[in-house]
């Protein structure tokens, strides 16, 4: 992105108080990855912080409303919402992106697309079993009946993150003690500072 005229990242950053940065949410479908993004989203929104929560559901009804569960149409509803993130990360705003964004590669192409220290996976690692006692929607029976295909855990694989910035049980761990974590390494990874 051209910030050669007018109003640059850091200018917003300045005023904002804080960085702009990605912070992406992944795992499977009731690890929690929405519910502690905006979680956090009210303690940065408390703090004066800049903050957006990006939700698949919400992304997939508009922005990528003519994209499938194919993986071809997977990898291309990470990318649309990768750079989605970037643009409001430039803007200035911690992004809380909330996808279950299966694939390694497309988790790895968001990262590559943006600046240095930008980006912060946070991994929701919650056991199968327990994401499927949580399905309020009924999708992981769905899913077993045969009635949703490439579902991910069941249909499709989902592959862990081989080295997020955090990980978080969600099976073990309360709601509070996650968000405490996550601002803990917005605090570590400079976002939270003042920019220089």
Same mark, same amino acid.
């Given at each position: 992105?051209?910030?050669?005229?007018?109003?640059?990242?850091?200018?917003?950053?300045?005023?904002?108080?804080?960085?702009?940065?990605?912070?992406?949410?992944?795992?499977?479908?009731?690890?929690?990855?929405?519910?502690?993004?905006?979680?956090?989203?009210?303690?940065?929104?408390?703090?004066?912080?800049?903050?957006?929560?990006?939700?698949?559901?919400?992304?997939?009804?508009?922005?990528?409303?003519?994209?499938?569960?194919? %993986?071809?149409?997977?990898?291309? !509803?990470?990318? #649309?919402?990768?750079?989605? $993130?970037? &643009?409001? =990360?430039?803007?200035? /705003?911690?992004?809380?992106? %909330?996808?279950?964004?299966?694939? !390694?590669?497309? #988790?790895?192409?968001?990262? $590559?697309? &943006?600046? =240095?220290?930008?980006? /912060?996976?946070?991994?929701?690692?919650?056991?199968?079993?327990?994401?499927?006692? #949580?399905?309020?929607?009924?999708?992981?029976?769905? =899913?077993?009946?045969?009635?949703?295909?490439?579902?991910?855990?069941?249909?499709?694989?989902?592959?862990?993150?081989?080295?997020?910035?955090?990980?978080?049980?969600?099976?073990?761990?309360?709601?509070?003690?996650?968000?405490?974590?996550?601002?803990?390494?917005?605090?570590?990874?400079?976002?939270?500072?003042?920019?220089?």
């Amino acid at each position: 992105m051209d910030t050669s005229k007018g109003i640059g990242r850091q200018q917003r950053e300045t005023r904002n108080g804080h960085r702009g940065a990605v912070v992406w949410f992944t795992g499977l479908s009731g690890a929690g990855k929405t519910t502690l993004a905006h979680a956090v989203q009210e303690r940065l929104f408390e703090a004066g912080c800049q903050s957006y929560v990006l939700d698949g559901d919400n992304l997939r009804q508009g922005l990528c409303s003519d994209l499938g569960f194919s %993986a071809q149409d997977r990898s291309e !509803n990470i990318r #649309r919402a990768g750079e989605t $993130a970037g &643009l409001l =990360a430039d803007a200035g /705003i911690i992004v809380l992106a %909330a996808f279950i964004s299966p694939f !390694n590669a497309d #988790r790895d192409r968001v990262r $590559a697309r &943006l600046p =240095a220290g930008d980006f /912060i996976e946070v991994h929701c690692d919650c056991p199968l079993a327990v994401c499927e006692q #949580r399905d309020v929607k009924g999708l992981y029976r769905r =899913a077993r009946a045969g009635e949703v295909a490439q579902f991910t855990a069941i249909s499709s694989p989902y592959e862990a993150p081989l080295h997020p910035e955090l990980s978080l049980d969600t099976s073990r761990l309360g709601i509070a003690d996650c968000v405490e974590q996550v601002l803990a390494r917005l605090r570590g990874g400079g976002v939270l500072a003042p920019p220089r």
